[in-house]
Nanobody, 124 residues
Framework: QVQLVESGGGLVQPGGSLRLSCAPS????????TGWFRQAPGKERQFVAA????????ILAESVKDRFTISRDNTKKLVYLQMNSLKPDDTAVYYC?????????????????WGQGTQVTVSS
Protein backbone atom coordinates (compact mmCIF):
# COMPACT_ATOMS: atom_id res chain seq x y z
CA GLN A 1 0.00 0.00 0.00
CA VAL A 2 1.41 3.35 -1.04
CA GLN A 3 1.36 6.12 1.54
CA LEU A 4 2.79 9.63 1.51
CA VAL A 5 3.09 11.54 4.75
CA GLU A 6 3.76 15.27 4.77
CA SER A 7 5.12 17.14 7.77
CA GLY A 8 6.57 20.50 8.66
CA GLY A 9 3.61 22.79 8.12
CA GLY A 10 2.52 25.41 10.59
CA LEU A 11 1.99 29.09 11.24
CA VAL A 12 4.73 31.48 10.20
CA GLN A 13 5.00 35.22 9.88
CA PRO A 14 5.45 36.88 6.49
CA GLY A 15 9.09 36.70 5.47
CA GLY A 16 9.65 33.55 7.48
CA SER A 17 10.69 30.07 6.40
CA LEU A 18 9.40 26.54 6.68
CA ARG A 19 10.68 23.21 5.45
CA LEU A 20 8.16 20.59 4.46
CA SER A 21 9.04 16.91 4.30
CA CYS A 22 7.37 14.12 2.37
CA ALA A 23 7.91 10.49 3.34
CA PRO A 24 6.60 8.04 0.77
CA SER A 25 6.30 4.34 1.55
CA UNK A 26 5.18 1.33 -0.43
CA UNK A 27 7.07 2.45 -3.55
CA UNK A 28 10.58 2.14 -4.89
CA UNK A 29 11.52 5.63 -3.82
CA UNK A 30 14.57 6.00 -6.04
CA UNK A 31 12.53 5.32 -9.19
CA UNK A 32 9.74 7.81 -8.56
CA UNK A 33 9.56 11.51 -9.20
CA THR A 34 7.75 13.57 -6.56
CA GLY A 35 5.83 16.79 -6.70
CA TRP A 36 4.47 19.37 -4.30
CA PHE A 37 1.11 21.01 -4.89
CA ARG A 38 -0.99 23.37 -2.83
CA GLN A 39 -4.62 24.29 -2.50
CA ALA A 40 -6.01 27.38 -0.86
CA PRO A 41 -9.65 27.64 0.23
CA GLY A 42 -11.92 28.18 -2.75
CA LYS A 43 -9.10 27.71 -5.25
CA GLU A 44 -7.95 24.91 -7.51
CA ARG A 45 -4.98 22.73 -6.66
CA GLN A 46 -1.83 24.44 -7.90
CA PHE A 47 1.56 23.07 -8.87
CA VAL A 48 4.45 24.23 -6.68
CA ALA A 49 7.52 22.11 -7.43
CA ALA A 50 8.63 18.71 -8.66
CA UNK A 51 11.81 16.68 -8.64
CA UNK A 52 12.93 13.73 -10.72
CA UNK A 53 13.77 10.38 -9.19
CA UNK A 54 17.50 11.08 -9.34
CA UNK A 55 17.14 14.60 -8.02
CA UNK A 56 18.91 15.99 -11.07
CA UNK A 57 15.80 17.53 -12.60
CA UNK A 58 13.60 20.05 -10.84
CA ILE A 59 10.66 22.22 -11.86
CA LEU A 60 9.41 25.18 -9.88
CA ALA A 61 6.32 27.27 -10.39
CA GLU A 62 7.02 30.81 -11.50
CA SER A 63 5.41 32.21 -8.38
CA VAL A 64 7.85 30.43 -6.08
CA LYS A 65 11.02 29.84 -8.10
CA ASP A 66 13.03 32.55 -6.36
CA ARG A 67 11.89 31.54 -2.88
CA PHE A 68 11.33 27.78 -2.74
CA THR A 69 13.69 24.87 -3.29
CA ILE A 70 12.84 21.21 -3.77
CA SER A 71 15.32 18.47 -2.93
CA ARG A 72 15.41 14.80 -2.04
CA ASP A 73 17.52 12.41 -0.04
CA ASN A 74 17.30 8.98 -1.60
CA THR A 75 19.16 7.46 1.35
CA LYS A 76 16.61 8.73 3.86
CA LYS A 77 13.74 8.39 1.37
CA LEU A 78 12.55 11.92 1.94
CA VAL A 79 11.60 14.82 -0.31
CA TYR A 80 11.87 18.36 1.00
CA LEU A 81 10.32 21.68 0.10
CA GLN A 82 12.30 24.56 1.55
CA MET A 83 10.14 27.66 1.60
CA ASN A 84 11.74 31.04 2.25
CA SER A 85 10.40 34.60 2.19
CA LEU A 86 6.91 33.31 2.73
CA LYS A 87 3.97 35.52 1.83
CA PRO A 88 0.32 35.43 2.93
CA ASP A 89 -0.53 34.23 -0.60
CA ASP A 90 1.44 31.05 0.15
CA THR A 91 -1.18 30.05 2.71
CA ALA A 92 -2.63 26.71 1.63
CA VAL A 93 -2.69 23.01 2.29
CA TYR A 94 0.45 21.54 0.76
CA TYR A 95 0.36 18.06 -0.72
CA CYS A 96 3.13 15.82 -1.94
CA UNK A 97 2.48 13.32 -4.70
CA UNK A 98 4.38 10.67 -6.59
CA UNK A 99 3.75 9.49 -10.12
CA UNK A 100 5.44 6.13 -10.65
CA UNK A 101 7.80 7.55 -13.28
CA UNK A 102 11.30 8.99 -12.96
CA UNK A 103 10.70 12.28 -14.78
CA UNK A 104 9.14 15.21 -12.97
CA UNK A 105 6.09 16.98 -14.37
CA UNK A 106 3.85 19.86 -13.30
CA UNK A 107 0.51 18.27 -14.15
CA UNK A 108 -1.52 17.03 -11.18
CA UNK A 109 -3.15 14.42 -13.42
CA UNK A 110 0.24 12.75 -13.93
CA UNK A 111 0.51 11.89 -10.26
CA UNK A 112 -0.90 8.62 -8.97
CA UNK A 113 -0.52 8.82 -5.21
CA TRP A 114 -1.18 11.75 -2.90
CA GLY A 115 -0.62 12.52 0.74
CA GLN A 116 -3.19 13.98 3.11
CA GLY A 117 -1.59 17.41 3.12
CA THR A 118 -0.08 19.74 5.67
CA GLN A 119 -1.40 23.21 6.45
CA VAL A 120 0.85 26.21 5.91
CA THR A 121 -0.44 29.54 7.21
CA VAL A 122 1.47 32.74 6.65
CA SER A 123 0.11 35.51 8.82
CA SER A 124 1.23 38.18 11.23
Amino acid sequence: QVQLVESGGGLVQPGGSLRLSCAPSGIIFSLNSTGWFRQAPGKERQFVAAISSSGMGTILAESVKDRFTISRDNTKKLVYLQMNSLKPDDTAVYYCATRGEPLATARPSDYLYWGQGTQVTVSS
